[in-house]
């Protein structure tokens, strides 16, 4: 089983969301915990020119690369931001 690793703003929206919203919060920490075991399932798709794939939970996407051993979250984020996120993170 994969290890997982958060980013600094993967960690902040994790801690923001559990606060704001646990149940949108809790299942979100499942479906890292389903990654984990299976980090392609059937509902994950890859970003068309950025090294990432994206699962969806609700009207939040959990944007993640994955290594051998390691499930690197990128940025847990509403729809409408996600996608935002990851250009200003791979712009860098």
Known sequence: MRSVKFTRRAEKSANALIKRSPEIATLIGNQIERLRENPTPNNSIKLV?????????????IVYE????LLHITVIAKRDQ???????MYAK
Do not use: L, N
Request: charged letters at 40%; aromatic letters at 20%.
């Open 82 to 88: 996600v996608y935002r996120e990851v250009r200003k």
């Open 49 to 61: 020119g950025y090294p990432y794939f994206r699962c969806r939970v609700g009207s939040y996407r």
């Open 66 to 69: 994955v290594d051998d051993s």
